[in-house]
T-cell receptor
Framework: SQQGEEDPQALSIQEGENATMNCSYK?????LQWYRQNSGRGLVHLIL?????REKHSGRLRVTLDTSKKSSSLLITASRAADTASYFC???????????????FGQGTILTVHP | DGGITQSPKYLFRKEGQNVTLSCEQN?????MYWYRQDPGQGLRLIYY???????QKGDIAEGYSVSREKKESFPLTVTSAQKNPTAFYLC???????????FGQGTRLTVV
């Protein structure tokens, strides 16, 4: 079973609008990460937020984390056509030793930004 | 150039044959992962390894096997026991299992 569930499955917006994607997960985590995937390619890491953090920014990206609700959101502001891609959340869970972890992914959100 | 390399990019095999997918990294990362991606299903974890000579099953390990004899290499064998092996396979590595992961470009396996 997937640790993360993402919502919506697909999102279509116009250039300049903001895009918000949500992720919910089931178990306690060490951190939560967001990745981007262009069609048929590998994933690229965007941002990591630790379990003791509530919000993080990186350029046009803003990530929030609510551990009480086991949920996270990714906001892309002022979107561009080049932002068109699939976006995935991933949860890092401690597994064994202090630095050992297991990284599992959600289903992803397909974002389409129209010029 | 530092990075993670998967080969080949495309792979065709006959049903019933075992096939091995290569994953090599020169990032000096301890942790390595294999994921399977099917349309509309996101990434599912097959196997992961935290250190050399150690690996653990992920969520869908049946029909797959791995080895981790060297830090930089984590090959995945898709065996004939895997009922539906046609998929996009992604390998990743990270400094530890709790840090950002770097992905290869994937291997698209088609079984005919």
């Amino acid at each position: 079973s997937q640790q993360g569930e993402e919502d919506p499955q697909a999102l279509s917006i116009q250039e300049g609008e903001n895009a918000t994607m949500n992720c919910s997960y089931k178990t306690s985590i060490n951190n939560l990460q967001w990745y981007r995937q262009n069609s048929g390619r590998g994933l690229v890491h965007l941002i990591l937020i630790r379990s003791n953090e509530r919000e993080k920014h990186s350029g046009r990206l803003r990530v929030t984390l609510d551990t009480s609700k086991k949920s996270s959101s990714l906001l892309i502001t002022a979107s561009r056509a080049a932002d068109t891609a699939s976006y995935f959340c991933a949860t890092a869970i401690n597994a064994g030793g202090t630095s050992y972890g297991k990284l599992t992914f959600g289903q992803g959100t397909i974002l389409t930004v129209h010029p | 150039d530092g990075g993670i390399t998967q080969s080949p990019k495309y792979l065709f095999r006959k049903e019933g044959q075992n096939v091995t997918l290569s994953c090599e990294q020169n990032l000096n990362h301890d942790a390595m992962y294999w994921y399977r991606q099917d349309p509309g299903q996101g990434l599912r974890l097959i196997y992961y390894s935290q250190i050399v000579n150690d690996f653990q099953k992920g969520d869908i390990a049946e029909g797959y096997s791995v080895s981790r004899e060297k830090k930089e290499s984590f090959p995945l064998t898709v065996t004939s026991a895997q009922k539906n092996p046609t998929a996009f396979y992604l390998c990743a590595s990270s400094i530890s299992g709790l840090t950002e992961a770097f992905f290869g470009q994937g291997t698209r396996l088609t079984v005919v």
